[in-house]
């Protein structure tokens, strides 16, 4: 079965920096997107940065405009694994952060597919 495993959330100080990892199995498609986003207390869904890890589009990346310069997602195929490197982070960031599989991206930013269980960023 398809299981997204994610690891690296945590508490940081504004200004700082975290790196996300999901981790997938299972999940065979002609075209795979991988992403997160993120949901805070009393907000909606936001799709934060997205990447095809298989596929035509393979290495094309996607981000918010809220965390464009600031955010770097990347992909090491041999371990199935995309990465989100959050770089200067703002108290606004703080949120549950959730990866999702999907064949296209769109699909990922709008929280369809496949999802982990979320991890807790929390900026302060």
């Known amino acids: 079965h398809v299981q997204l495993v994610e690891s690296g959330g945590g508490s940081v100080q504004s200004g700082g920096s975290l790196r996300l990892s999901c981790a997938v199995s299972g999940y065979t498609a002609s075209s795979v997107c991988m992403g997160w986003f993120r949901q805070a207390p009393g907000k909606g869904r936001e799709g934060v940065a997205e990447i095809y890890t298989q596929g035509r589009s393979s290495g094309t990346s996607y981000y918010a405009e809220s965390v464009k310069g600031r955010c770097t997602i990347s992909q090491e195929n041999a371990k199935n694994t995309v990465y989100l490197q959050m770089n200067s982070l703002k108290a606004e960031d703080t949120a549950t952060y959730t990866c999702?599989?999907?064949?296209?991206?769109?699909?990922?930013?709008?929280?369809?597919?496949?999802w982990g269980l979320g991890t807790q960023v929390t900026v302060s």
């Open positions: 999702a599989a999907a064949p296209l991206c769109s699909g990922v930013r709008t929280g369809s597919g496949v």
